[in-house]
T-cell receptor
Framework: EIVMTQSPATLSVSPGERVTLSCRASQSVRTYLAWYQQKPGQAPRLLVYGASTRATGVPARFSGSGSGTEFSLTISSLQSEDFAVYYC???????????FGGGTKVEIK | QVQLLQSGAEVRKPGASVKVSCQTSGYNFTAYYLHWLRQAPGQGLQWLGWINPNSGGRISAPRFVGRVTMTWDTSISTAYMELSTLKSDDTAIYYCARTKWADNWFDPWGQGTQITVSP
């Protein structure tokens, strides 16, 4: 299976700062990459798919980029509601199986 | 709007089975795949498998083959996931989530069902 690795595990930032989260795939997943936001006690919420397409209703301060094995999610100016855990997920169809990264927790500095 | 509503929390003893339901609304149930995932306490997300209500197909992740049974009832747009021979490390929140194709992004997700396995 494809292994997804996210870094860092935790990011301490202040509101208003720019934040970049990284996700690496163990082999190329082309642009078959999604990002999710999960707040405590809630299900994950889709933010980005196709590596760079924002899902419906997602604020423009969220942007995704990358292809192949290296991806990033950038939050241009962190808002209070953005403190959460972020997961990347590949959906390349070979080898079979859907896997997620371990997550990056964005916490208040 | 599209909604996935899951059944409530359950507690089971090791070796028992548990069945979780996912009632969908707001879309054509047979036009999408429905997946099951889980999240152990303080851990990341793990994919269990999917169903295709249109074709009748279903696929389980290799580590759950033989232990997970995924079914559905098209007449009430509801999917079910049964996990057998429960162990303590099956304690987790179980989610259902929709995709357009087998390999795709998940949107939306159900609210989650807490399954606790304890002697």
């Amino acid at each position: 299976e494809i292994v997804m690795t996210q870094s860092p595990a935790t990011l301490s930032v202040s509101p208003g700062e720019r934040v970049t989260l990284s996700c690496r795939a163990s082999q190329s997943v082309r642009t078959y990459l999604a990002w999710y936001q999960q707040k405590p006690g809630q299900a994950p919420r889709l933010l980005v798919y196709g590596a760079s397409t924002r899902a419906t209703g997602v604020p423009a301060r969220f942007s995704g980029s990358g292809s192949g094995t290296e991806f990033s999610l950038t939050i241009s100016s962190l808002q209070s509601e953005d403190f959460a855990v972020y997961y990347c997920q590949h959906y390349h169809n070979w080898p079979p199986g859907i896997t997620f990264g371990g997550g990056t927790k964005v916490e208040i500095k | 709007q599209v909604q996935l509503l899951q059944s409530g929390a359950e507690v089971r003893k090791p070796g028992a089975s548990v069945k979780v339901s996912c009632q969908t609304s707001g879309y054509n149930f047979t036009a999408y795949y429905l997946h099951w995932l889980r999240q152990a306490p303080g851990q990341g997300l793990q994919w269990l498998g999917w169903i295709n209500p249109n074709s009748g197909g279903r696929i389980s992740a290799p580590r759950f083959v033989g232990r997970v049974t995924m079914t559905w009832d098209t007449s009430i747009s509801t999917a079910y996931m049964e996990l057998s021979t429960l162990k303590s490390d099956d304690t987790a929140i179980y989610y259902c989530a929709r995709t357009k194709w087998a390999d795709n992004w998940f949107d939306p997700w159900g609210q989650g069902t807490q399954i606790t396995v304890s002697p």
